[in-house]
């Protein structure tokens, strides 16, 4: 009896172990974030998209211009023409960003790279690092280039430290590049510590200003390449590989989709940045913070199809310079310039926001001085442009001296008095 019990508690032991080795492996394999495809996951596919169509077919049929209801934590809906975020919801608050780092580091290794075709040997550093990887061996040859792709398409993040250290001397030194490059772009509530994106605490941004950086990456070139490549042929030590792109989005060929990376840790959940256009919009949207693949892809599309039938575009440098035509030709002759020799000539400043994203009314104040005293220089501020997006304002544009107004003197006066007397 005392013989089965042993042999009874010596089974438990062992079952108690193997469940705790079973514990220790999931949570590492949670800490180590995986963008890569789970084949046990249901990515977003056409069964997907259609049942999203006939979700957003329903909610809008009544109300267009009700607000969706999304699983993400934090999203912003972001406006390229103007440089502002239209609509979103914890927006500003710092959170993790899981791989969406990649962006930046894409970023800086493209501003910071001479030869992109140059061949790297991979480090042993590189080989250490947990998460979605390319598979990279200590020595294995590839080129700066492809390791790119396989940053961004295949979210390595063994490409991340081989990059970083490749490029920064060390992931610290490269760090302070991508710190420095933020401090560039105006991202004051944003600081990175990994090439990568694995969760730190010391490693964060925020939806609005990681929608920010996306609009700037995307003004290169070479970033807007390989960020809407679905497809690509690497070669490693001479063997060509075919990659896909982690970004179901783009992968099912999503209307006006164009971008841009996915990311996934404990701390951040499931991220997804997307660009798109559609309706003469170009927009960001940025979805942080949702529990699955399929909540962050139905959370973006939900957020395209609000920004397509709840906003419009206003042209706001047509409409600025069509206020401006209609109020000079009634009031310039009315600015009098006290011993001018002769009438003041107006032109409109700079109009840094050329189109916006809105569902608010636009509207135009103008004011100016209505007395001056000669002499005048080309460029004088005479007035103020002020345009508002229902109570906020957007623009203030200066009404400045197309050329100067010179001071009479004593012979414009006797042609005067001549004049007059004749």
Known sequence: MKKSYSHEKMILSKIIAFILCL???????????????????????????????????VSTTNNQNKKPILNSRRYVIYDRNSGLPVYGKNESKQTAMASTTKIMTCLVVLEKCNNLNEVVSIGV???????????????????VIDLLYGLMLRSGNDAAVELAVHIGGSREGFAQMMNDKAKEIGLKNTHFVTPHGLDDPNHYTTAVELAKLTDYALKNEKFSKIVKTTYHTITINGNPREIKNTNELLLA????????????????????????????????????????????????????DYACKAFRTEDIQDLANENFKIWNEINSKRIYINKGRKDIELELGEIRTKKLLTNKEISIEINSLNYLEAPINKGFKIGTMIVRNGDEIIEEIEIKAKSSVERRNIFDYFCIFAKVVS
């Open 23 to 57: 514990i220790v492996f999931m949570t590492n394999s949670a800490v180590y974030a995986n963008d890569e495809e789970d084949d046990a996951e249901v990515l977003v596919n056409e069964i997907i998209l259609k049942e999203i169509e006939e979700e957003k077919t």
């Open 125 to 143: 550093e590189a080989t250490k690092v947990g998460g979605s990887e390319l598979d990279l061996k200590k020595d294995d040859k590839i080129t």
């Open 253 to 304: 060929g999503t209307d006006g989709v164009y971008g841009v990376k996915t990311g996934f840790t404990n701390n951040a959940g499931r991220c997804l940045v997307t660009a798109v256009k559609r309706n003469n919009m170009d927009l960001i949207i940025v979805a942080l913070g949702a529990d699955t693949r399929k909540d962050r892809a139905k959370d973006t599309l939900k957020l395209i």
